[in-house]
C-alpha cells in the first residue's frame, strides 16, 4: 500500500508525463520509461503511475466530458497543466473510490498551485468540487451532513 508522500510524488509525476503525452505526442510506453529513468520511483507509487498514465488517454473524452460542463470555456482553451490537472482528478474521482474526494480536490489544488498559472488553483477547486459532487454524489452529500 502506497503511502500519501508516495501517492502525491506520483501524482506531480503524473501532471509531467500526462503534459508531455499531450504536448509532444510521445506513445506512453516511451513517456513511463523516460519518467522511470529521470525519477526516483522507488519514492512514488509505480502501479499507479502505469494505471493512471495508461487510462487517462484511453478515457480521455469521458474524463473530459465530466468536467467540461463546468467550465466557463472550452477544454481545448485550458491551459495544458489545468487540462493534465482535471484529467487526473477526474480520473481519480471516478475511478479510485478508495481515495476520498477531499483529498483527491486538495491534490488537484496543489498540483495546480504548484505547475499552473497564476490563481489557476482557485478554478480548479471550484470545478473539482462540482465534478465531485457529480461523481461522489453520497459521499459529498454525507460529508456535508
Avoid: C
Avoid at 462540482?130 to 452529500?141: F, N, P, Y
Amino acid at each position: 500500500m502506497a503511502t500519501p508522500k508516495q501517492r502525491q510524488k506520483t501524482r506531480r509525476l503524473l501532471v509531467q508525463a500526462l503534459y508531455s503525452w499531450e504536448l509532444g505526442g510521445s506513445d506512453l510506453a516511451t513517456i513511463e520509461a523516460e519518467f522511470h529513468l529521470d525519477n526516483n520511483m522507488a519514492k512514488a507509487d509505480a502501479e499507479f503511475f502505469h494505471e493512471v498514465l495508461h487510462a487517462v488517454p484511453k478515457q480521455l473524452t469521458v474524463l473530459d466530458d465530466s468536467y467540461a460542463p463546468h467550465l466557463d470555456r472550452t477544454v481545448a482553451e485550458l491551459d495544458p497543466i489545468s487540462r493534465a490537472v482535471l484529467r487526473l482528478a477526474s480520473y481519480e474521482l471516478a475511478e479510485r473510490l478508495d481515495v476520498p474526494y477531499k483529498v483527491v480536490i486538495n491534490e488537484g489544488v496543489n498540483l495546480a498551485k504548484t505547475f499552473g498559472p497564476t490563481d489557476a488553483y482557485k478554478y480548479i477547486n471550484g470545478v473539482l468540487d462540482k465534478v465531485a459532487g457529480q461523481l461522489r454524489r453520497l459521499e459529498v452529500e454525507a460529508n456535508r451532513r
